[in-house]
């Protein structure tokens, strides 16, 4: 059995993997027709994003059954044969464990509406509005009030849409069933879960309102977020349910976690979560109020970079704790666009940027179709399905006054459903994805960019990632090794090298779009491993042009010196 550091996760977004059945929607027998791409590619787990039963207001983060299978995806059958045809493969499953929020499609949900009395009504946050208003000023992830309206003067929390009421944690019967879903499926075989905002468990007691003297609704950080019982909460999870199952494995998505906190949920000693995501690259370029937030132009530096993986790295060593990389998911366009340069460095940047996420300590994700490069593709207004961007839309238009044709390029430009474009498989009309017009358009650039073409092409994207899988399972260094910064300072450069004993990698990168040059702090003698682009010795100047990237293998300090003398001795072969 893999353990979460030595695992290589895949995350499958299903509407948008494969269809098997040609209704133009992915499901789960098009995974298992997948699955042998899958283990050639390497990985060694699947992270599935949600397949319960939902009404889809947000594709599956929304769920009115947990015990159900979306009809649309396939059967509960569908899903215990996935789980087989892994198990076959050595490929892990983690599923994706909503428990923040359900679906008010959800029954327990449709019985406190219909019922004040019921046993369910305390499941939600049922509130009284505050003269005439929402009970507080809260505003939601999604844009407008965290507030949805019961009745005349009664509300129910929906951090995320109007659809997704807020679970109350504090009630101890929903904990049990949500501890009681979690048993259902890992007694199915799975190998544990991905926990959606998981972080955002733990609400201000009261609900008060957040700094009330600024008008308008406002974001509820840490009233929401990182409250100290999710500590409590993912203790008591992992004692009664985590714990049971033999080297299961949880990841916390904690959506805008705090370091600190991150370190503090997956320290071993505190017992609660094995790994973190956290969201400081995911959210560069964008302003304190996330992707629709544009006052920081989306952009941002190699510098930026850099901090960003200094920060996490260290506190990984100093802390104890642990993170999990991701580049791209189903939340966030597609990485190359936004961190490398598709128009005039595609191949070089989109690996020089598999071989940075490959290279740090953490467990490394793969988002669906960021093997072989797929890029982002501008939708209309009309074409849009993700509710995040359509009402982020609104709120910029109606609450910021952002005119409506800019608010709508604004979404163009970042709405989820960039990443959300079917999968590539062949050059055909849809990608081979479907062999009809699938839910959401697939990306005409298929006919270049897709798994078909990338498999016959030895210089592609596709084989690099083959490649940095292999090198990840090869040396144990590159999982366990000690992360060390070199030439911090360096404004287009990133160099650090990973160290495990007396073995020892370099990696260097130009994250930029511009040549730069980097004299070494260090004299390293090494061999090159791997580059994207063209073999250079590794000397103490180096001169690299725009992404370019190379990882080099350091010989130790007394075969380095023998290597030197050898070079300079008249009998040097
Ligand atoms: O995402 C929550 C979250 O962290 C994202 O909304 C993120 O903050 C934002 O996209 C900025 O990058 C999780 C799921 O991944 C997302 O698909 C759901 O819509 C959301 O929770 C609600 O369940
Ligand atoms: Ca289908």
Redesign the pocket.
């Not at 998911?329 to 966030?332: A, G, L, P, Q, R």
């Given at each position: 059995m893999i353990d979460f550091k030595h695992a290589i996760i895949y995350q499958i977004w299903p509407r948008s993997f494969k269809d098997s059945n040609q209704d133009g929607i992915g499901d789960i027998q098009g995974i298992i027709s997948k699955l042998d791409y899958l283990q050639d590619l390497g990985i060694t787990a699947i992270w599935l994003s949600p397949i319960y039963a939902s009404p889809n207001d947000?594709y599956g983060?929304?769920i009115s059954d947990y015990y159900a299978v979306q009809p649309e995806y396939g059967t509960m059958q569908d899903l215990d044969e996935l789980i087989l045809e892994c198990k076959k493969r050595n490929i892990d499953i983690l599923m994706d464990l909503?428990a923040?929020?359900t679906s008010t499609e959800h029954a327990w949900f449709k019985d406190a509406l219909h019922n004040p009395n019921s046993p369910t009504r305390d499941f939600y946050f049922f509130r009284e509005g505050k003269n005439n208003k929402e009970p507080n000023n809260w505003l939601s992830?999604f844009g407008g009030s965290s507030w949805t309206k019961e009745s005349d003067n009664s509300y129910y929390l929906t951090s995320?849409a109007p659809t997704?009421a807020d679970l109350n944690w504090d009630n101890e019967q929903v904990r049990e069933e949500i501890y009681k879903i979690m048993e259902f499926y890992l007694k199915k075989g799975i190998r544990g879960f991905r926990m959606?905002?998981i972080n955002c468990i733990d609400k201000k007691p009261g609900l008060p309102d957040k700094n009330p003297h600024k008008k308008g609704y406002q974001f509820p950080d840490d009233y929401l977020l990182n409250g100290p019982k999710v500590h409590t909460y993912l203790k008591e999870m992992h004692e009664r349910v985590l714990s049971k199952f033999d080297g299961s494995i949880s990841l916390a998505?904690g959506?805008?976690v705090t370091l600190d906190d991150a370190m503090n949920y997956t320290k071993p000693a505190n017992k609660e979560i094995d790994m973190c995501f956290h969201?400081d690259l995911?959210?560069l370029g964008?302003g304190e109020l996330?992707?629709f937030d544009f006052r920081k132009g989306y952009r941002h530096t190699a510098s930026d970079i850099k901090a960003v993986t200094r920060k996490w790295q260290n506190a990984m060593i100093e802390q104890n704790g642990y993170i999990a990389n991701f580049l791209s998911?189903?939340?966030?366009k597609r990485h190359i666009e936004r961190f490398g340069d598709v128009k005039l460095y595609y191949l070089e940047s989109a690996k020089a940027l598999a071989l940075y996420n490959f290279m740090l300590m953490g467990t490394p994700f793969i988002y669906q179709g960021e093997e072989i490069g797929m890029t982002n593709l501008k939708l209309d207004y009309a074409e849009w399905k993700d509710y995040?961007a359509i009402n982020s839309v609104k709120t910029l238009n109606t609450m910021l006054h952002v005119p409506l044709f800019i608010a709508k390029k604004i979404g163009q430009f970042v709405t989820?459903d960039n990443a959300r474009t079917p999968m590539q498989w062949t050059n055909e009309q849809h990608g081979g994805f479907s062999s009809t017009s699938p839910w959401l358009k697939c990306n005409p650039n298929t006919k270049y960019i897709n798994v078909a073409d990338s498999q016959k092409d030895p210089q592609s994207i596709y084989h690099f990632y083959k490649k940095l899988i292999t090198l990840r399972k090869e040396n144990e260094a590159l999982v366990t090794g000690q992360f060390k910064e070199y030439n911090a300072d360096h404004k287009n450069i990133i160099c650090f090298t990973r160290t495990l004993n007396d073995e020892s990698f370099l990696v260097l990168i130009n994250l930029t779009k511009v040549a730069a040059t980097i004299t070494l702090d260090e004299s390293f003698i090494g061999e090159e491993i791997l580059h994207n682009g063209s073999y250079k010795e590794l000397r103490k100047v180096m001169k690299l042009a725009p992404f370019e990237a190379h990882l080099y293998k350091l010989t130790k300090e007394e075969k380095a010196a023998e290597k030197v003398a050898l070079h300079s001795s008249p009998y040097r072969t």
């Open positions: 947000d983060y929304d909503v923040n929020h992830f995320f997704q959606d905002v998505e959506c805008l969201f995911s959210m964008y996330g992707k998911n189903h939340d966030n995040e989820r």
